[in-house]
């Protein structure tokens, strides 16, 4: 298999076990390679690998913190916001550089299955990270909750998105990533189908979807289109659930705003780390950061598309209220 897909594509890094267990799993080959299903969600072979190794070897800690997404659905921004809400409690000098200056926000949030536990021979001792220690992933819930035993002891934020924006955001990153024009129709199919990386995406949504209205305190459910139309409330919002809420000073001095310009699209790419920077993947920290507008999909699907889509969401939400 060609070296320069990103690892978490591939199936260079499966140990025997695991070659032996997705044998039995039903299977499907796309554009990229084969996917496997692993409790009803489509994973690449190396992904696979690296949430079975997290499913064994991760432990939580009550101060935990996981930021939890379907692929574009605004993880970057999410993570960006986060590390800068955490930062501003720290009595750092004005003179020290902030990491989001210094670092991409997937490299300063690392992703459990595609980064931490992707290699089988992983020896990252996390318990050496300060707390609270903030992680992201593209798992479902109920694959997110296994090492939690059922309740999840930290607090995790689920960013949802319009899926149409979603599809097409997806189809430019995968055109970055592979270095090559990807087939917006067999990514439309992919995604519609279900038989997707990390999908079903209904199913995705929903898992996070139903377990913040059981658990509100742990789980906190947000949507792209509202941090885009109220940032100001929604990242108030967010460091209210994180347990670091805004004062009114801070709010009179106008900390949300300088927060949201530091994590605004315009203000990151444009930091000399994400224009020249690349992932432990190869992937340019550039191709994350494109439009990051609302209904750009009206430029790049057909209205056939766009019924499909809208009636799939209808049929699978059922009126549960997701978006």
């Known amino acids: 298999m060609n070296e320069e897909i990103p690892r978490h594509f591939r199936e260079d890094n499966l140990s025997q076990e695991t070659k032996t267990l997705i044998s039995s799993f039903p299977s499907y080959k796309d554009y990229i390679g084969n996917l496997y299903n692993y409790r009803g969600c489509w994973y690449y072979p190396n992904t696979l690998q690296g949430v079975l190794n997290f499913e064994k070897g991760f432990k939580p800690q009550e101060t935990d913190i996981i930021l939890a997404s379907f692929p574009k659905s605004g993880t970057t921004w999410l993570k960006a916001l986060t590390i800068a809400l955490f930062e501003r409690l720290k009595n750092n000098s004005s003179n020290d550089l902030h990491p989001l200056q210094s670092d991409n926000p997937h490299g300063i949030v690392p992703f459990l299955e595609l980064n931490l536990y992707l290699k089988s021979s992983t020896r990252d001792d996390l318990t050496k990270l300060s707390s609270p220690r903030v992680f992201s992933t ?176 209808q049929e699978k939400y059922n009126g549960s209220g997701p978006v």
């Open 138 to 313: 593209h798992m479902p819930f109920h694959t997110l909750q296994v090492p939690f035993k059922d309740d999840p002891l930290c607090k995790i934020v689920y960013v949802c998105r319009n899926v149409k924006d979603v599809l097409v955001s997806l189809w430019y990153f995968r055109c970055a990533q592979l270095q090559k024009e990807v087939d917006m129709e067999s990514l439309f199919e992919s995604l519609c189908s279900g038989v997707g990386s990390f999908g079903p995406f209904w199913e995705h949504v929903l898992s996070y979807w139903r377990r913040s209205l059981e658990d509100p305190k742990k789980v906190l459910f947000m949507r792209y289109e509202e941090m885009k139309s109220e940032p100001s409330a929604q990242v108030k919002r967010l460091a209210e659930f994180l347990g670091c809420p805004f004062t009114e000073e801070e709010e009179k001095d106008g900390s949300v705003d300088k927060i949201m310009e530091l994590c605004s699209l315009r203000n990151l790419s444009g930091m000399e780390i994400n224009k020249s920077g690349k992932t432990c993947n190869n992937v340019p920290y550039s191709s994350f950061f494109r439009k990051g507008e609302v209904g750009d999909f009206k430029n790049h699907l057909t209205p056939e598309m766009e019924n499909k889509i809208d009636m799939i969401i």
